[in-house]
């Protein structure tokens, strides 16, 4: 028989005669496992053998005795074929293994194991693991040596339920200690590991802000040098480094009266294997309880042993194409790099996965909403032209490029997925209205959704004027036009809701009013979402279902930086209208100090003087007692009291009911109001043509994006229009920031600039879980966007159902990753 099957056969036997209590190894079975590997290898036993053993090898701690029986039955099932041929020899070996596992193991170890229970774990936000992945991978942290209970629950507060999650708890940061040198070529400031022996070490009392503490001081010679070290509160160091031990530190050269030491750095006995010295280390975020060598001890443990069996989704004709390491590899050097080069492998590899994966997921979305079928919309010769003649504008060329877009998607017998990205004031709106003039043409029914009510009943006043009042040939009635909201009577709503049952109601426009379950339409083939990031998938699902595969317009004002347009949006076509209205004067935008606050104030009451309006923004609704940033409420009390005594001001913000909200936005469109104090919720698409000046305390809390959007408030009209910020610190940076405000008026400009510094959580909106937790891919890098892009777009060329065999784990993988918290994706 060979060596390593009679050993286990040996354990098993032993095991069997004590009921299965896992004793027969001190510590546990499972401690066998990496030295039986490697014996198992020199026996040149199936690598699959090996992994099979070693997977049930791993299960039979946390297993109940009745369960162990059946683990040992599994593996001997796997080893009968093998059993052959004996040895004395082999049995003298067998004796000798036996013996020297429970010499390794402490004789008082009393191993704590939890039993795996059947209860569902929360979901976890590191649950990347490819579905095939070795089922040991679920078992819960316990059965690492160390995790106890306690240990096993501080792990939970930062996500980790499984040995499987260990694996995508990826570093913070590294250290470098990987630079070994000898003492006498240290230099002051350098982080690297020296090795020598421990001369003499002593511990002291000492004071330390007056409170008393403890200090350890030790002298390390190399032969070349002796270095001063020093462990601060850390006195059963000087136990376990006692003179004559050779030991590894790592840590940062310092300087104390004129000589080199270090403070508090890592070590490891020079025999051991080097976990916290002379390698590239990994620092790993941790939670209350948990320390850094801890943790970092069971990750290695746990990477060590699995990473090696987890199976690569990825085909292996993407990893040649782009030389990309494989999974294994990349999951044991993403922990514990061997060298800088082996990291940024590792790295750019596990980056590419979760961007393929995304790209994979939108491009199947747009794929499988381009394949139903939906109703032609076209307009004879002449007619659009006729209808855009009509118009009191001119049309700018991106306008018209958009209604080219818009057209071939309406006659292409496929659901229109477009979004239409505009910037403030770019002609959105009329786009879309002469999108609807083609469907309801026809007999069919649109329907505009908005974000808030004040939105809602702006572009029902301009498409009344669009499709009717400045229409001399108007294609519906003013009574087939209709605003239902939420204020909107019930028993407005109640007339409302029959007449688009029977048809009579061509044209809706509304909020979230339009998708509740009594609403129904006689032909919805026209959807129009603006701001479509302040809607969730759910609601634009909801009002997408009102119909039979409507084709779907979204709009936004948001400039979109191009990578995010390759991912978060990509499963929709983008049209860009990137042109201004000719006659539009750019807003002048200016930084002040804080102290200069009183020469805005003057700005403003001279364009009150020229019969202009103006907005004053604070980013808080109310100050906090020890808050000292500028907030609404308070604000529009002090400026309506000391500063501007004898104008109207009024004030608004999100904690105000809808209809007081919609009662002050009208008074302010009419005039009522000089001034209108309010937070950021005047951002989106209220027209004002009147207000000539956007004055925005505490700016350097916005983002460069929502800026834009503020300023987008103002130049409206005909009259020169003012941005001020004023930031509510002096920190240069962010006044440098604010700069790039001063600088453009191009959205897409700024977007991109707020992408780099801020991230993508502001143009994410709904759309935020998921993308927000990519932990390795950074949504700026276009150049990965588009490699990853290009391989998913070859993939669905070739294979766009999966259904190579070769493409079966990653159908798994893409289905699991959007699962879990990616599936806003429509």
């Not at 929709?572 to 200069?596: N, Q, W």
Request: net charge neutral; hydrophobic share 40%.
């Amino acid at each position: 028989m060979l060596l390593p099957i009679n050993k286990l056969q040996k354990i098993f036997k032993l095991e069997s005669e004590r009921n299965y209590d896992n004793r027969a190894v001190l510590g546990g079975i499972d401690k066998i496992i990496p030295s039986w590997e490697s014996e198992a290898r020199e026996s040149h036993l199936a690598e699959d053998l090996i992994q099979q053993v070693a997977t049930h090898l791993y299960r039979y701690p946390q297993a109940d005795a009745q369960e162990r029986q059946k683990i040992i039955t599994e593996i001997n099932k796997l080893l009968d074929p093998l059993q052959g041929t004996n040895s004395a020899q082999g049995s003298m070996q067998d004796q000798k293994y036996a013996n020297s596992v429970q010499a390794e193991q402490p004789v008082n170890r009393q191993p704590t194991f939890e039993k795996k229970t059947t209860s569902q774990k929360p979901s976890s936000r590191f649950s990347k693991l490819p579905t095939e992945s070795p089922p040991g991978l679920d078992s819960p942290l316990t059965t690492l040596t160390g995790v106890g209970p306690g240990n096993a629950k501080r792990l939970k507060e930062i996500g980790l339920y499984t040995l499987g999650d260990l694996l995508y708890y990826f570093p913070r940061r590294y250290d470098d200690y990987s630079q070994l040198k000898t003492i006498n070529r240290l230099q002051y400031g350098e982080e690297l590991t020296v090795i020598g022996t421990i001369q003499n070490i002593s511990t002291r009392q000492i004071s330390i802000r007056g409170k008393p503490a403890q200090i350890t001081e030790a002298v390390l010679y190399d032969g070349t040098g002796f270095l001063r070290i020093n462990w601060f509160n850390q006195p059963w160091i000087e136990t376990r480094l006692p003179p004559k031990t050779q030991v590894s530190l790592s840590g940062k050269v310092e300087a104390y009266l004129g000589r080199l030491s270090m403070s508090n750095p890592d070590w490891e006995l020079l025999e051991a294997e080097h976990l916290h010295t002379n390698r590239i280390v990994p620092v790993y975020p941790l939670t209350a309880g948990i320390s850094q060598k801890w943790l970092r001890a069971r990750m290695f443990q746990a990477v060590r042993f699995w990473a090696p069996r987890i199976p690569d989704y990825l085909p292996e004709s993407v990893r040649q194409e782009t030389g990309l390491l494989d999974l294994p590899t990349a999951l044991l050097q993403i922990h514990m790099p061997d060298s800088m080069e082996q990291l940024h492998a590792a790295r750019a590899r596990l980056a590419f996965d979760e961007i393929f994966l995304l790209q994979l997921g939108v491009l199947g979305q747009k794929q499988s909403w381009q394949s139903a079928e939906a109703q032609v919309f076209t307009a004879p010769d002449g007619w659009l032209e006729q209808q855009i003649a009509h118009l009191p504008f001119a049309l700018t060329n991106a306008q018209r490029r958009a209604i080219e877009d818009i057209c071939a998607d309406l006659a292409s017998g496929h659901p229109m997925n477009r979004l239409l990205q505009g910037d403030v004031g770019s002609g959105k709106t009329v786009v879309a209205a002469l999108a609807a003039m083609i469907v309801i043409r026809q007999g069919a029914q649109a329907a505009f959704m908005a974000p808030t009510s004040i939105l809602a009943e702006q572009h029902y006043r301009s498409l009344s004027k669009l499709l009717i009042e400045q229409n001399p040939e108007p294609i519906i009635k003013p009574e087939q036009i209709c605003l239902m909201i939420g204020d909107t009577p019930e028993n407005e709503k109640q007339e409302i809701r029959a007449r688009l049952a029977d048809g009579q109601i061509k044209v809706v426009i509304g909020t979230h009013a339009l998708i509740e379950d009594p609403v129904t339409f006689q032909d919805l083939q026209f959807v129009v979402i603006d701001e479509q990031h302040r809607f969730g998938v759910a609601q634009r699902s909801a009002l997408r279902i009102k119909g039979k595969n409507p084709h779907l317009l979204v709009m936004t004002a948001t400039p979109i930086p191009r990578s995010l347009a390759l991912t978060v949006y990509g499963d929709l076509d983008l049209t860009v209208i990137d042109e201004m209205p000719a006659g539009r004067k750019p807003v002048e935008t200016y930084i002040l100090h804080p102290s200069e606050r009183e020469r805005a104030y003057h700005l403003i009451r001279s364009q009150i003087k020229l019969g202009q309006q103006a907005f004053i923004i604070y980013p808080l609704v109310n100050q906090g007692e020890t808050d000292e940033v500028k907030a609404a409420v308070q604000e529009h009390h002090y400026l309506q009291k000391e500063i501007f005594p004898d104008l109207k001001l009024g004030l608004l913000h999100g904690r105000l009911r809808q209809e007081e909200k919609d009662r002050t936005m009208s008074r302010f469109r009419k005039g009522d109001f000089h001034i209108l104090v309010s937070t950021s919720v005047v951002e989106v698409g209220v027209d004002v043509p009147n207000a000539t000046v956007m004055l925005i305390e505490g700016a350097n809390r916005f983002g460069l994006a929502q800026l834009h959007q503020l300023r987008g408030r103002v130049g409206r009209g005909q009259e020169h229009s003012y941005c001020l910020l004023i930031p509510d610190t002096e920190n240069s940076l962010d006044n440098e920031r604010l700069a790039v405000m001063a600088e453009t008026n191009d959205g897409f400009v700024l977007a991109e600039r707020d992408l780099e510094q801020r991230g993508p959580g502001e143009f994410l909106g709904t759309r935020q879980s998921g993308y927000s937790e990519l932990r390795m891919a950074n949504l700026t890098n276009i150049r990965l966007i588009e490699k990853a892009r290009q391989q998913a777009q070859a993939l669905f060329k070739t294979d766009p159902h999966f259904s190579d065999p070769k493409h079966y784990a990653l159908a798994k993988m893409v289905r699991r990753f959007w699962e879990g918290g990616r599936g806003d994706i429509s």
